[in-house]
């Protein structure tokens, strides 16, 4: 059976070492008495609400799964799930980050985040029906009316309801501009939705009495493609005016998808048959208000492979300090066995330390998107706010696409660090492994990301968002550039900041040429960049280490980082030299492949 550790040591060091969260807080009046006591007692509270409530739900979750009643159209989640949950409400824990104003407690987004990527490790499936909520809660404080803010956001701050977003449908997934659900207005200002929305994740359960739908949806007149969709709130149960529970409103479950992991969410084929429904935002501009959820999603799945990376690690790191197989090929390390516990070996410690820099380095950049989604929707000055928004912009499809792919390449690793035990379900390996294959899928697949990054996020503005993470990295390569102790670290971070000018404006003229030629190289591209990221964020860690070390620190947690930050360079920071290579392919190898392909 697996286990699982809050890794609060290191999330204290991102966020008060790295990062030091509390100096940038004083800045923004609504966070600037949160001091260090309070973000590690909240973050230790969660951790064991996490390790103690969560986790013990994961694997029979995933054997259990959830349950449709075909007759009444209600699903059943695993058993516990819906206990856990009313101690999660009972707690305080939906309103961490949530408006004061509607019940939230109005602490830094940075901390909810650490809370989230313990609930991911913990239990990703259970996670994703509070997850969801939290992305209907902003698309609402955002976007939706007076009357929809007082009626429906204390509902989801206080996680009394749920909330989804309905955006696929069997014909369309990403190619949101081709949906059909049709919204007809009424008299009364509401709007009759009909239609099928799939893979809507917790879209149905047992475990709050409201679910709050947001629906996307076209009206009778609205123009053909993305520039015709409208965004609608469509709860399971009408509401009264005095925010009351009233009649079963017409959207139920028809389905649920049957999953290589997740068993315990119910992802759900949804029927809108006349569902009574009100507009949220303006007509034919319901994407960009569902953009505040879909990238708030997207960051949250980013978050979710950054938790499974880590509790994968944990178990494979205790798997090969116990394991005994063979002997050490430089001679016996352990004496009275017999034989040598597989940690031994050079390429179960490079298994390892693939996961362990994966999480750490993803810890560091989902801690830096939130911190600037916190100084992007609070700081007083204009200007942060725009720099903010426009770097978190950036940053998160490498959110949500890189840190996907590693977690993918590292619950693998670690699985396979276990052998023939960790295809074997009842040590939890597989689980961890299957789930994590989804996070590379939804919220827009990761080759989606990568375009978005390349064709929009950079060359959409000439490079500028770009430019601005370069100033990052050029501000710590002048800083540390002659420290000798640094050298290995920051030498091939500058080394490849200066590639990227390169290589970016290389793709730049052949996409002007061909935007075929975009499309071939993009998905190699997000991952040069995302490492170019990660590598930033390596060297500093560094830096905060070397630093702590020769203050005469003897903590080994700043040993452990150094070694850690040689291996992520020395072995996964290469990989961009093959990839700047494949990127320069070129698209021909691609598309004049008719016969290979007939």
């Known amino acids: 059976m697996p286990t699982y550790t809050p890794p609060l040591r290191d999330m204290q060091f991102v966020l008060h070492e790295l990062l030091k969260v509390t100096d940038e807080y004083k800045q923004i009046p609504k966070h600037a008495d949160v001091d260090v006591d309070t973000i590690n007692a909240v973050l230790e509270e969660g951790g064991k609400f996490a390790a ?141 939705i009909t239609g099928n929305k799939i893979f809507i994740s917790a879209g149905e359960h047992d475990m709050a009495p409201n679910i709050l739908h947001l629906v996307l949806a076209r009206l009778p007149d609205a123009p053909q493609g993305s520039k015709g969709i409208s965004l609608f709130l469509v709860p399971k149960f009408n509401v009264n005016a005095d925010g009351s529970i009233g009649s079963r409103n017409g959207i139920y479950c028809g389905g649920l998808e049957h999953k290589m992991g997740i068993h315990g969410n119910a992802t759900a084929q949804l029927v809108l048959d006349g569902a009574v429904g009100t507009m949220v935002g303006e007509p034919n501009k319901g994407l960009q208000a569902m953009f505040v959820m879909m990238n708030a999603a997207r ?13 994968a690690f944990q178990n494979a790191l205790a798997y090969a300090k116990d394991r005994i197989q063979m002997r050490s090929l430089s001679g016996v390390k352990a004496k009275d066995k017999p034989a040598d516990p597989i940690i031994v070996h050079p390429d179960v410690r490079k298994m390892l330390l693939t996961a362990k820099a994966y999480a750490e380095g993803g810890r560091a950049l989902a801690n830096f998107c939130a911190l600037l989604l916190d100084k992007e929707l609070h700081h007083p000055d204009e200007k942060v706010r725009k720099d903010s928004a426009e770097l978190v912009a950036l940053l998160t499809p490498i959110v949500k696409a890189f840190i996907t792919d590693n977690g993918w390449t590292a619950t693998s690793a670690c699985m396979q660090v ?50 601005k993470f370069g100033k990052l990295v050029a501000q710590l390569v002048e800083e540390e550039g002659v420290n000798e102790k640094m050298s290995e670290f920051i030498n091939p971070v500058a080394y490849l900041g200066d590639q990227m000018t390169k290589f970016t404006t290389e793709l730049g003229f052949k996409g002007f040429q061909n935007p075929d030629e975009v499309g071939a190289a993009a998905v ?5 960049l995302g490492h170019l990221v990660f590598g930033y964020f390596w060297a500093r860690m560094a830096q905060v280490a070397l630093r702590e070390i020769e203050a005469g620190n003897k903590d080994p947690f700043y040993q452990a980082k150094l070694q850690t930050a040689r291996f992520y360079f020395a072995r996964l920071f290469p990989e961009t030299a093959t990839l700047l290579r494949t990127a320069r392919a070129g698209v021909k190898n691609l598309l004049d492949t008719d016969a290979a392909l007939a």
């Open 52 to 192: 103690e409530v969560t986790f013990p739900l994961n694997i029979s979750g995933d054997e259990e799964g959830c349950k449709l009643n075909k007759e009444t159209h209600e699903v059943a989640t695993p058993k516990g799930f819906k206990e856990a949950y009313q101690k999660y409400v009972e707690g305080g824990w939906p309103a961490l980050s949530c408006d004061p104003e509607y019940g939230g407690q109005g602490l830094p987004f940075t901390l909810n985040q650490n809370f989230y990527e313990m609930l991911n490790a913990a239990n990703q499936a259970w996670t994703m029906y509070p997850g969801l909520s939290h992305g209907a809660y902003e698309a609402l404080h955002a976007h939706g009316t007076e009357e929809q803010k007082k009626k429906y956001l204390p509902k989801l701050a206080s996680g009394e309801w749920t909330g989804t977003m309905c955006l696929t449908e069997p014909h369309c997934g990403t190619d949101l501009g081709m949906l059909r659900t049709k919204a007809e207005p009424q008299a009364d200002g509401t709007y009759r």
């Open 524 to 528: 190699d591209y997000l991952r040069v």
């Open 418 to 467: 276990y052998g023939g035990h960790g295809y074997i379900k009842e040590w939890g390996m597989e689980q961890f492994v299957r789930d994590a294959r989804i996070n590379m899928i939804y919220e827009g697949t990761n080759t989606v990301q990568s375009l978005d990054l390349l064709g929009r996020k950079v060359l959409g503005n000439n490079g500028a968002t770009l430019k």
């Open 299 to 311: 960051l949250g799945v980013g978050n979710q492979s950054l938790g499974l990376t880590e509790v």
